[in-house]
């Protein structure tokens, strides 16, 4: 069964500086790799995805996300920090070999960007 | 991007009524569609995949007749929570998958609606 983990419940930077927002997997076969943004009482946003190619994925607003296979993971990054980036992330996988086209969320990890 | 809507936004309803919750498309179509359960600071949890032209397709422990899926047209689903209580009180979102980029399939969220039920 895949799921997805997002270890850290609040990420806290400073404005500036660059941020990195965790996300580790697990699938049986080769993943698809989605970060979304939530800003208070609305939807999602998508920021970006891995499907397949390069590993180092670039979506919205300077958002970037690398593939690693081997470590399983798929961490956000950003390497200068807005306040206004502050919002729940969530990091989402889904296995299309397995799991059809059902998409499985983490718990998602809130930041905060301080002035 | 693509871009989903949803409606109402909000809904203030009385216990043991039914409320109906538009998920539209608004400009791709969409043979599939999700809807999903929020609940304050928890992460989204999938109830039920909605297929343009047959029966949605529930997770284990969300109950089909209570919250019905219509999915009549390619840019259109309903989710209506029958007979509401408040437990039944949460924040509800859809998404639809854009697939006109063939295997570069992305889902696109809706607004979300916030439901309480007094």
């Known amino acids: 069964a895949q799921s997805v983990a997002q270890p850290e419940d609040q990420v806290n930077v400073a404005e500036g500086n660059p941020l990195t927002v965790k996300c580790t997997y697990s699938?049986?076969?080769?993943?698809?790799l989605f970060w979304y943004v939530q800003y208070p009482n609305r939807g999602l946003q998508f920021l970006l995805k891995?499907?397949?190619?390069?590993?180092l994925v670039k979506g919205s607003y300077g958002f970037e996300a690398e593939f690693n296979k081997s470590q399983t993971s798929f961490h956000l990054k950003k390497p200068s920090a807005l306040v206004s980036d502050s919002a729940l992330y969530f990091c989402a996988v889904r296995d299309p070999n397995t799991g059809g086209f059902k998409t499985i969320f983490g718990a998602g990890t809130r930041l905060f960007v301080k002035a | 991007g693509a871009v989903v809507s949803q409606h109402p936004s909000w809904v203030i309803c009385k216990s043991g009524t039914s409320v109906k919750i538009e998920c539209r498309s608004l400009d791709f179509q969409a043979t599939t569609m999700f809807w999903y359960r929020q609940f304050p600071k928890q992460s989204l949890m999938l109830m039920a995949t909605?297929?343009?032209?047959?029966?949605?397709?529930?997770e284990q422990g969300v109950e089909k007749d209570k919250f019905l899926i219509n999915h009549a047209s390619l840019t259109l689903s309903t989710l209506t929570v029958t007979s509401a209580h408040p437990e039944d009180s949460s924040f509800y979102i859809c998404?639809?998958?854009?697939?006109?980029?063939?295997?570069?399939?992305?889902?696109?969220f809706g607004p979300g609606t916030r439901l309480l039920v007094l």
């Open positions: 998404s639809a998958r854009d697939t006109s980029g063939g295997y570069q399939e992305t889902q696109y």
């Open positions: 699938v049986s076969g080769n993943p698809y």
């Open positions: 891995y499907i397949t190619g390069d590993n």
């Open positions: 909605s297929n343009e032209g047959s029966k949605a397709t529930y």
